[in-house]
């Protein structure tokens, strides 16, 4: 508005001066040296007028006449950019819609015009990654490392393409500069940490996890779940060097972070026993029975105390189911365990829950132990001939064992990370379901069926010794409060059962020292 206000005062200045010329009237005459020039007045007014401007304005003047080279060059300037951001903006939409080589030209129109390395670093990157140009690519993205606003966009191309030659260490570096960078960036947390898998380095692939939960990139149970589980591997690792007390500090922080994690109960309680601390031994194989019921608990329990009488295993056994009694590996275990205790009726009464619908085939074989005790082994053919037809029972870790390789331990942080379990279900059909008739005719007893004849030898040989054969586990296990008072003690004082000095191992039936549960390498 200003400039408009001057510029109409300048008009009615000019005006003013141009009316007042055209009143003046007569001549001048100017005389130098010898020659005479006669003008007329107004114009030698106007003429001086125009001197008086000039001179006062001269400083603009030459100003605006230096500067017009470098008016000319930065229009030119700005025209090559405005060129080339042109062709960065086509570029990037031929890459966009996948045509290699319109992205090719506009990228090389948009480096000769642009003068923005960093746009146009990317734009050749993206264009020749596009191409299958894998050279010309890596050349483009490690130009980009080269400015800060760039790297990390660099090492992200710099690390896919060391992916897809197959080079893990390269690939390696580059995510890990990329995490040092962004740490809360999920594609490089998860990057070194799928490395760190690949490479069997569990403890790095804890610290990832650690920082990367700091950024808040590793939320949520899934990763939790993960951590336990490398926790654990590190901590099979540490109790294959001999190193317990690591193994147990790690399995017991797994623990804490996933109750249900088998391999870290069995690795934690077998570190306990080793130390002599036998009560908390089961504490740890009970919780983690309450918390998922898996039958290596007890393959495990029966290993550590195995040096005990079988009716303190058997009331032990049945101190376990009782911590979850409604679960079908609860109803199992008791089950397996009054059959060994004589009780096969008991056995099957426990057992007949899970029998109706699919059962399983360690159903079915535990059925066929059964009927063979109470009614013979031609009574016991049709159960196992179900149980042979059964899909197997792929249950990792059933013996109490978890010896893993590098590769199975890695499989099972994924599995368990992802989906709460050790292995993946098998791809076999379910079991065909019993109807309620067939199961009917099974459990009936077979005509003329009797039990098999006791061995007369072994009734003499074993008159007299009442602990070998107790007749109700359940007696056995009115007694753990006086077992668990013991077991406190032993711990207390280093003593065992029978009075000896317990140094960390048990006396054993044999004079050997109880198995140690494996984990993984």
């Not at 760039?150 to 896919?160: A, I, N, Q, S, V």
């Amino acid at each position: 508005m200003i400039r408009i206000l001057i510029y109409i005062l300048l008009v009615i200045a000019a005006a003013g001066i141009i009316t007042f010329l055209a009143d003046v009237s007569g001549f001048a005459v100017i005389r130098w040296e010898g020659t005479q020039v006669e003008l007329p007045t107004a114009l030698l007014a106007g003429l001086g007028i125009i001197a008086a401007l000039t001179f006062f304005f001269s400083g603009q003047i030459v100003s605006w006449t230096v500067g017009l080279p470098a008016r000319l060059r930065r229009r030119a300037e700005d025209n090559a950019r405005a060129r080339g951001m042109m062709a960065l903006t086509r570029g990037l939409e031929a890459v966009a819609a996948g045509d290699a080589a319109d992205a090719q030209r506009h990228a090389r129109a948009a480096t000769k015009n642009l003068d923005e390395p960093a746009l146009t670093r990317l734009l050749t990157a993206q264009a020749a990654q596009l191409a299958g140009d894998r050279v010309t690519a890596e050349a483009a993205y490690a130009g980009m490392l080269e400015a800060p606003e760039t790297e990390f966009l660099g090492l992200r191309g710099l690390y896919l393409h060391a992916l897809a030659s197959g080079d893990q260490e390269e690939a390696r570096a580059f995510a890990e500069r990329a995490f040092e960078l962004r740490p809360g960036t999920s594609w490089a947390f998860e990057s070194v940490l799928s490395l760190g898998l690949e490479r069997g380095a569990w403890g790095d692939a804890i610290d990832a996890i650690t920082r990367a939960r700091q950024n808040g990139a590793a939320d949520g149970p899934a990763f939790k779940r993960i951590e336990s589980a490398l926790l654990t591997a590190q901590a099979f690792a540490a109790s294959e060097s001999d190193d317990h007390d690591t193994a147990l500090k790690d399995a017991e922080a797994a623990l804490k972070k996933a109750p249900s994690l088998t391999p870290a109960a069995a690795i934690a309680a077998e570190s306990e026993v080793r130390a002599g601390r036998r009560s908390r031994a089961v504490k740890i194989l009970g919780d983690a029975w309450a918390a998922e019921p898996h039958p290596g608990l007890a393959a495990v329990m029966r290993r550590i105390f195995e040096h005990e009488r079988d009716e303190r295993i058997a009331g032990r056994l049945m101190k376990l189911a009782e911590k979850k009694p409604e679960h079908p590996e609860s109803q199992l275990l008791l089950a397996q365990v009054q059959l060994e205790g004589g009780q096969a009726d008991a056995a099957q009464e426990t057992l007949a829950p899970l029998i109706k619908g699919r059962a399983s085939r360690r159903v079915l074989s535990l059925m066929a132990d059964i009927t063979e005790t109470r009614y013979g082994a031609d009574a016991a053919g049709p159960w196992r001939t179900k149980a042979a037809n059964a899909p197997l029972d792929i249950i990792p870790g059933q013996d109490g064992d978890f010896q893993y390789t590098t590769e199975g331990w890695r499989r099972l942080i994924r599995e368990f990370g992802e989906h709460a379990r050790l292995a993946p279900p098998p791809l076999e059909v379910e079991a065909p379901e019993l109807d309620i008739d067939e199961v009917r005719a099974l459990l009936a007893p077979p005509p003329e069926a009797a039990k098999p004849e006791p061995d007369k030898e072994s009734d003499e040989g074993d008159e007299g010794d009442n602990d070998s054969h107790p007749a109700s586990l359940h007696a056995v296990a009115e007694n753990d409060a006086t077992m668990a008072s013991a077991d406190t003690k032993a711990d207390d004082t280093g003593t065992g059962d029978t009075g000896k000095e317990d140094t960390g191992t048990e006396d054993t039936k044999n004079g050997d020292e109880p198995k140690p549960v494996a984990a993984a390498s």
